[in-house]
């Protein structure tokens, strides 16, 4: 099946500083996806993308879905305690819902105040 | 509106045992999906359902089986449990290619 590889698997940051992930595979992907979990909780998406080159922010958090459409990447900027959790993207193959997805193994983040 | 729940929240099973892990959504939405979570693995899709009446397998599907006969449940099962199937099982519903959480049911099994 399709891999995607996201790293880093862990991130230890202080406050204040900016996060960078990302998510690359060996295939194309048409919508890519980027979810938070917090501890104990599910995923909740923080932003969709869904065209290559696509840009969007959501306040401090910026993703952009690759040109050659086989990665995605996830900044945050100015990062506060409450960032921590872990950041999943996941890609889709297929516009229906029941296209084919595949997450990311997902980057564990740590914010020291 | 209370989203997609998840019962139960935690259940310890012996190697054998079965149970039903429940999935509800009250969005009206017609696709949900089970996964099951481990370290490192990321999320892994087990089986998944289009609509009322239907099931399809994920890339995970052995072991497992799945039933939709209401819209607003999506039922996973274990017949026989192993060790191997000690994770955390999340439900999620689907609007347009938004995926909706549950908040996850943590399974051991002995």
């Known amino acids: 099946g399709q891999q995607l590889n996201q790293s880093p698997q862990s991130m230890f940051i202080q406050e204040g500083e900016d996060v960078s992930m990302n998510c690359t595979s060996s295939?194309?992907?048409?919508?890519w996806l980027w979810y938070k979990q917090d501890p104990g909780e599910g995923p909740v998406l923080l932003i969709a993308l869904y065209k290559a080159g696509e840009l969007t922010s959501n306040g401090r958090l910026t993703a952009q879905f690759g040109i050659t459409r086989k990665d995605s990447f996830l900044n945050i900027s100015a990062s506060i305690p409450s960032d921590v959790g872990i950041y999943f993207c996941?890609?889709?193959?297929?516009?229906?819902?029941?296209?084919?997805?595949?997450f990311g193994q997902g980057t564990i983040l740590t914010v020291h105040p | 509106n209370a989203g997609v729940t998840q019962t139960p929240k935690f259940r310890v099973l012996k190697t054998g045992q079965s149970m039903t892990l429940l999935c509800a959504q009250d969005m009206n939405h017609e696709y949900m999906y089970w996964y099951r979570q481990d370290p490192g693995m990321g999320l892994r899709l087990i089986h998944y359902?289009?609509?009322?009446?239907?099931?399809a397998k994920g890339e995970v599907p052995d072991g497992y089986n799945v039933s939709r006969l209401k819209k607003q449940n999506f039922l996973l099962g274990l017949e026989s449990a192993a060790p191997s199937q000690t994770s955390v099982y999340f439900c999620?519903?689907?609007?347009?290619?938004?995926?909706?959480f549950g908040p996850g049911t943590r399974l051991l099994v002995l």
């Open positions: 999620a519903s689907e609007s347009g290619e938004t995926q909706y």
């Open positions: 996941l890609g889709r193959v297929g516009g229906t819902s029941y296209g084919k997805l595949t």
């Open positions: 359902s289009v609509g009322e009446g239907t099931t």
């Open positions: 295939s194309i992907f048409n919508t």
